[in-house]
């Protein structure tokens, strides 16, 4: 009977992880390398611009890619996926966290966006790298 109610509360969480990860607004896959979005939900980003077009892409790094591509348009706002909510939050206030053991994303340094600085810090702990500020991880990015 305890691996019946052990089995059940692990389905229940994966159940309740997907239809978090399900909200994952359009588009489905990344711009740049065709990666779905949802599978990295972590690590997504979105691009609008002034001229209202807008941009979703897997990682930091595609983000790169896309701001390249659209030299001279105006950035209205630049999202990145809070790595625990998996909401979008502001990419340029956010405390982002480099490197660390988790595998990051189109990259060989991982690059992870928090919205509370101290969780971050708990990151840091729990799976190491340092604290960054955002246009530290795009400059990194950018070398990548």
């Not at 979105?46 to 897997?58: A, K, L, P, R």
């Not at 982002?96 to 340094?109: A, F, L, P, Q």
């Not at 969780?119 to 246009?135: C, P, T």
Request: charged share 30%; glycine share 6%; aromatic share 6%.
């Amino acid at each position: 009977m305890k691996k019946i109610w052990i089995a059940l509360l692990l389905c229940l969480s994966l159940c309740s992880i997907s239809l978090a990860v399900e909200k994952v607004e359009a588009p489905a896959d990344c711009k740049n390398c065709g990666m779905n979005r949802t599978s990295f939900a972590s690590s997504r980003m979105v691009v609008t611009y002034e001229d209202g077009s807008s941009s979703g892409t897997c990682s930091l790094f595609c983000v790169v890619t896309d701001l390249r591509e659209a030299k001279g348009k105006k950035i209205k706002s630049l999202q990145v996926a809070d790595h625990d909510t998996l909401k979008l939050i502001d990419a340029r206030t956010a405390t982002w966290v480099i490197g660390g053991k988790e595998r990051g994303v189109m990259t060989d340094t991982p690059k992870w966006a928090f919205a509370m600085k101290e969780a971050a810090k708990e990151y840091i702990r729990e799976s190491g790298g340092k604290l960054a500020s955002f246009d530290e991880a795009l400059a990194l990015a950018k070398k990548e």
